[in-house]
């Protein structure tokens, strides 16, 4: 994820080629400082941070999830690509907002929020549901990826983010995913930047760029399946 930062900006790249110019608050430099955190990388860390406290931003009521605060559910629509906060030059700082109009009612079609769902209820302290949230979309995984609403958009590409998501869930509920997911999604990082590409298909592996999203959430459920302590498991 080093590899993505840029110290003038203070922030990470979105991508190399696609975004190259894309710097997001939200939800890319809220999800790397805690993915920097868990690796030890305190620099990086502590950079994003103060970038993030220069511009006010400290969450969107969505990607918060992931570092273990409950949001409201189902959470609101984003504006795409995302807001613009500055421009400097050719490059563009950005955040998502989750501000509406309108709610991802439909967001058991797709499996990062899905996930997403199952991680919240851990938050509030409902396993049971997180559980079962969890087992219901993992169910879905047909050895590759999830075949869900993305997927069929796409005409048969997977997102490299549902695996993330469904890995991390299942680290946080103390859940042994299928080493098939884990392998998967551990061939879509690139072994230059290390950054882990967005969407795949069979018969080609690493589609589109990597980018820092799915970077962070991947990095963070290698991270928490790695030190995890589950006592009752």
Sequence with gaps: MRAMYRPERGLLQESPNIGNHNYFLANDALL????????????????????????RVEGNDFIEVAWGKTIPWPPKHFEDPGSLVEQQGDDRILTIRHEGPGYFYDWSAYSNLAFMAAVNEFNRGNREAARR?????????????FPDKA?????????TLGLAWGAYAAAKLCLDPP???????????????????????????????????????????????????????
């Excluded at 690796?39 to 511009?55: F, V």
């Excluded at 969890?134 to 590759?144: A, I, N, P, S, V």
């Excluded at 997927?151 to 997102?159: C, N, S």
């Design 32 to 55: 790397a400082v805690r993915a920097a955190e868990l690796s030890g990388d305190k620099e990086l860390a502590d950079n994003l941070r103060t970038t993030l406290q220069k511009y």
């Design 151 to 159: 997927f069929h958009d796409r005409k048969g590409v997977y997102e």
């Design 179 to 233: 080493a098939t997911l884990l392998e998967t999604l551990r061939a879509q990082q690139d072994p230059v930047t290390g950054g882990f590409h967005t969407h795949y298909r069979l018969d080609a592996y690493r589609l589109a760029d990597p980018d820092v999203e799915t970077t962070s959430v991947a990095l963070l459920a290698f991270q928490t399946l790695q030190k995890r302590e589950c006592p009752d498991k």
């Design 133 to 145: 949230l969890y087992e219901l979309e993992m169910g879905t995984f047909d050895g590759q990826g």
